[in-house]
C-alpha cells in the first residue's frame, strides 16, 4: 500500500507513483475546468457542480449527506486504504475543497497536488482524453463534526475574541465595492470578519506559498487568535485558506459551508458590513 501521502503533493511525487493499483486520483474541477477536455491519466470526477454537493440544497456547493458522500465515492472507486490525490484545472482553486470534504468525512488518505494540472503539464506529464474504467470501491463515511460549520455557528464566532473569521473573497467584494457574481445576494462582510483573500496565499502560477510565507500571512490576518473560520462565496475557495492553516499546523481551522451564498441572502436579514 501506498505510504500515507503529506497533505500537498508536487507533479514528481505523483508521476512516480501513478501507476500504484491503490492510488486514485481525483479531478475537482469546477466552472469553465469542469469536463476539460485533458485530464491526469486515470483521473476521475469529484464533481463539485454536480452529485458531489447537497443536490437537497438551494446553496451551491454545500456537503452532501454522509450517505450520498459515500455512494458517490465509492462509485468512484475509493476504498478505504486507497490513497486518492485530487487536483483541479485551474492550478489550486477548488481541489482544497474536495481535500477538506474527505477529511469532514473521516478519510485521511488524501493528497492536494500543488498547482494542479498546469504544473502537471509544465513539468512534461502527460495528460488524456480519456477516462478509464474502474470497479466500485468500499469506501466508508465517518463524518468528524466541526470541520464544516453553519451560520449558527458563525454569528456566534463573530463575538467570540478568540477567533478569527477570514473571508477568501477578493478584498473588493469583502468592502462590497464590487457587485457579487450571484448578482441575488447582498455586497459587503460578516461583521467582524478579516479580509484574506486566496491569491495572497499562492503563486503567480497557483501553487501555494512556501510553508513560512503561509504561516506568516494567517498568524497576520488571524492576529494570533487560536480558532479559525474560514469562508468565501460558496465554501469553495474558504478551503484553500482553511488548507493552508492545516499545513502550517493551525490546531483548528474550519469552514463555513455555504459561506456568502448563505449569509448574503437578502431573506436572511443578517448583518452585513461594507468597507474595510
Avoid: K, N
Avoid at 487536483?87 to 477548488?94: K, V
Avoid at 459587503?188 to 506559498?209: A, E, I, K, V
Avoid at 473560520?229 to 475557495?237: E, K, L, Q, R
Amino acid at each position: 500500500m501506498t505510504a500515507l501521502p503529506p497533505p500537498l503533493v508536487d507533479a514528481a511525487w505523483l508521476a512516480a507513483r501513478l501507476d500504484r493499483p491503490d492510488l486514485v486520483v481525483l479531478d475537482a474541477s469546477v466552472g469553465a475546468h469542469r469536463h476539460a477536455a485533458h485530464r491526469i491519466p486515470g483521473a476521475r470526477p469529484f464533481d463539485l457542480d454536480g452529485p458531489l454537493s447537497d443536490p437537497s440544497s438551494e446553496l451551491p456547493h454545500t456537503m452532501p449527506s454522509a450517505t450520498d458522500f459515500q455512494r458517490e465515492l465509492r462509485a468512484l472507486g475509493v476504498h478505504d486504504r486507497s490513497t486518492v490525490v485530487v487536483y483541479d484545472g485551474a492550478g489550486i482553486y477548488s481541489s482544497p475543497r474536495a481535500w477538506w470534504m474527505l477529511r469532514a468525512m473521516g478519510f485521511d488518505r488524501a493528497a492536494v497536488l500543488d498547482g494542479g494540472l498546469p504544473a502537471w503539464q509544465a513539468a512534461g506529464h502527460p495528460v488524456t482524453a480519456h477516462q478509464l474504467p474502474h470497479s466500485p470501491g468500499d469506501f466508508t463515511a465517518r463524518p468528524r463534526p466541526g470541520l464544516l460549520v453553519d451560520r449558527a455557528t458563525v454569528a456566534a464566532a463573530l463575538t467570540d475574541p478568540a477567533t478569527a473569521v477570514l473571508d477568501a473573497r477578493s478584498h473588493d467584494r469583502f468592502t462590497g465595492d464590487a457587485p457579487e457574481p450571484r448578482p441575488h445576494l447582498r455586497r459587503g462582510h460578516l461583521p467582524g470578519s478579516t479580509s484574506l483573500p486566496f491569491t495572497d496565499l499562492l503563486t503567480p502560477d497557483g501553487r501555494y506559498l512556501p510553508l513560512p510565507a503561509l504561516r506568516t500571512r494567517l498568524t497576520t490576518a488571524t492576529a494570533h487568535r487560536p480558532h479559525l473560520i474560514t469562508t468565501c462565496g460558496s465554501g469553495v475557495t474558504a478551503c484553500i485558506l482553511a488548507f493552508a492553516a492545516h499545513l502550517t499546523a493551525h490546531p483548528t481551522p474550519t469552514v463555513y459551508d455555504g459561506s456568502w451564498s448563505d449569509w448574503g441572502r437578502p431573506e436572511t436579514a443578517l448583518p452585513v458590513a461594507t468597507g474595510s
